[in-house]
């Protein structure tokens, strides 16, 4: 039975803040170039600790 991983749930729901950020500066705002560098870091932190979950096991 797979327990629940706080870290992974804050990650998720940090991800789609990121998500509807980038939606928003990129829609409305024009701002390409960061928002785009936003999304690349703000969901590079879930893949990160998904590998190490992997790793520990």
Do not use: D, H
């Not at 629940?4 to 980038?22: D, G, P, T």
């Amino acid at each position: 039975m797979k327990t629940e991983n706080i870290v992974q749930i804050k990650s998720y729901a940090f991800a789609i803040r990121v998500i509807k950020l980038y939606r928003y500066l990129s829609e409305k705002k024009k701002e390409y170039v960061l928002s785009k560098q936003l999304l690349r870091s703000g969901t590079g932190i879930g893949a990160n600790i998904e590998e190490a979950i992997v790793r520990q096991s």
